[in-house]
Nanobody, 124 residues
Framework: QVQLVESGGGLVQAGGSLRLSCTASRRTFRDDIIGWFRQAPGKEREFVGAIRWISNSPWYGDSGKGRFTLSSDNAKNVVYLQLNNLKPEDTAIYYC?????????????????WGQGTQVTVSS
């Protein structure tokens, strides 16, 4: 079983940046997908973006387009989520999960091995 650990969250002012990390305890299958989601209080888990190990090609949901950037370091089993120009509405717990699929899933139910999440708080 794979364990995922998210890190890098914190409190920043609007316009600031953070780099989140999702570290896997071991390498999953090469064509697996690492997805990032976020969940604000009282809301459902929202797809931010995902990347496939084998291709290192990112895919972004509406919440991740334009200001967020995904990358991976396959040698370290880490996927990064760079958050730029943060806004108060980006405040949420950010989670990563693993999916094995031919396409990029955008629903949380298609992912497993979730980490504990990392809190991102953006002040205005």
């Amino acid at each position: 079983q794979v364990q995922l650990v998210e890190s890098g969250g914190g409190l920043v002012q609007a316009g600031g940046s953070l780099r989140l990390s999702c570290t896997a305890s071991r390498r999953t299958f090469r064509d697996d997908i690492i997805g990032w989601f976020r969940q604000a209080p009282g809301k459902e888990r929202e797809f931010v973006g995902a990347i496939r190990w084998i291709s290192n090609s990112p895919w972004y949901g509406d919440s991740g387009k334009g200001r967020f950037t995904l990358s991976s370091d396959n040698a370290k089993n880490v996927v990064y989520l760079q958050l730029n120009n943060l806004k108060p509405e980006d405040t949420a717990i950010y989670y990563c999960g693993v999916a094995d699929s031919d396409y990029i899933p955008q629903t949380a139910s298609e992912y497993h091995y979730w980490g504990q999440g990392t809190q991102v708080t953006v002040s205005s």
